[in-house]
C-alpha cells in the first residue's frame, strides 16, 4: 500500500510537488528586436522591387532570394527557438536546407539567372 498517496487527481498531485520558481518561464524581451530586423529587411526587398534599372538586371532575383533566406532562417532560428534546441534537431534541419539551397544554386547557374564571366 502506497504510504504517500493524496487524494489529489493525477495531474494536481503532479503540480503539488514542483516548486513554484519552476512553473514560472521567463519570456526573451528580445522578439521586439527581431521583429524590427525582419522588418527592415522586408522593406528592403519591397524597396528593391521599385527600382526599375534593378528589377531588368540579373542580381534582381538572386537578391531577393538571399534576403528571403535571411529571414527564413532568422524566424526558424528565434521564433521556432531552433538555437536553443539539441544539436541533432539542428543538424536535421540545416542539412535537408544547405542540400536544398545549393541545388537552387545550381539551378540558377543553369538557367542564367547566375553567370560567372571566364574570359
Known sequence: MDTHATNLPDSAEAGAHVPHEEE???HPT??????LILTLITVAEVWAYYIPSFVAGRGFIPTLLILSALKFTIVVMFYMHLKYDHRLFRVLFTGPLLIASLTLLALMFLFGHLYIKIM
Do not use: D, L
Open 24 to 26: 514560472e518561464h521567463a
Open 30 to 35: 528580445w522578439y521586439w528586436k527581431v521583429a
